[in-house]
């Protein structure tokens, strides 16, 4: 029985460190041209002829690590799908909870709280997923041993991480107000939620990724990313609120709140994802 468990994990950790050297081999394909012989003599040892390739530049290994998450997501839509079928879950409980609501102006200056509670319980889901691939087969352990960035990595992941979040909102907040438009219609100014969407997802995106990283490896990672991502990502989800909430009011309160929440929330942005970049070789190795 000792000889069989051990042959079973033998082969489990023959295959993770396969896995990793594929992923390795992969990434280093992706280079650019190799130096030939009479650029390199050194290349020819022995008889044998060994390619020195360049470094690929970081435009390269961007464009190469994100291509693969996206190749790897839409073959399969596990997480698009996942997030989809949450959001649409969210919308019911809510719907449910304000079934008895009166409608009126007021349902206005609660429901960009609800959306934004829509748009982070959706990307905490997305987020837990995020990393599940590179874990379970060993990729990042090939990554890491590949001639890569760090931050390359981190940019490429928070990429993916952004896109598929502003696909699942692309169907969520529509259904969010077609589920709630005969409470009360949003002012004039009401498409400029966009704006507060978008600064939100990079937000959370950035972050995210960060802190999904260190995470990964954790036992209950779903819990420890929940308690580490809301206390961080609280002041850009207070700016969010605020500017959505503003822009569907409209009038005065958007005069007074929207450009000053817009403007808080973009400097948490350019300061927090300059600081998960920077903290991103220290954290994935």
Do not use: H
Not at 53 to 77: M, V
Not at 78 to 90: K, P, R, T
Not at 177 to 201: D, K, N, Q, R, Y
């Amino acid at each position: 029985m000792t000889e069989k468990m051990q042959s079973v994990d033998t082969g489990r950790s023959d295959r993770a460190s396969s896995a990793a050297n594929e992923t390795a081999q992969w990434a280093v394909s992706q280079s650019e041209d190799c130096l030939s012989e009479s650029e390199c003599p050194a290349a020819v040892r022995g008889g044998s002829r060994s390619a020195l390739c360049k470094p690929p530049s970081t435009f390269t290994q961007y464009k190469t690590l994100l291509t693969k998450d996206l190749k790897a997501e839409f073959r399969t839509k596990d997480m698009i799908v996942s997030m989809g079928i949450y959001a649409f879950l969210v919308i019911v409980v809510f719907g449910v909870a304000l079934s008895f609501a009166r409608p009126g102006s007021e349902f206005l200056e609660v429901s960009g709280g609800l959306l934004w509670a829509l748009v982070v319980f959706t990307s905490l889901l997305g987020l837990n997923r995020s990393f599940a691939k590179e874990t379970e087969n060993g990729c990042l352990e090939g990554l890491l041993l590949a001639p890569l960035d760090r931050g390359v990595i981190f940019l490429a992941k928070a990429t993916s991480n952004f896109v598929f979040l502003a696909l699942v909102e692309v169907i969520a907040v529509p259904l969010y107000w077609l589920f709630f438009a005969s409470f009360a219609a949003p002012a004039s100014t009401g498409w400029m939620i966009v704006i507060p969407l978008l600064l939100g997802s990079i937000g959370i995106a950035g972050i995210g990724t960060l802190l999904s990283t260190i995470t990964a490896s954790t036992r209950g990672k779903d819990v420890m990313l929940a308690l580490l991502f809301v206390p961080v990502i609280f002041p850009l989800l207070y700016a969010c609120v605020s500017a959505t909430t503003c822009a569907l009011v409209g009038g005065d309160v958007f005069a007074d709140g929207f450009a000053t929440s817009l403007a808080l929330g973009a400097g948490y942005d350019v300061v927090m994802i300059l600081a998960s970049w920077v903290l991103y070789d220290f954290v994935v190795n």
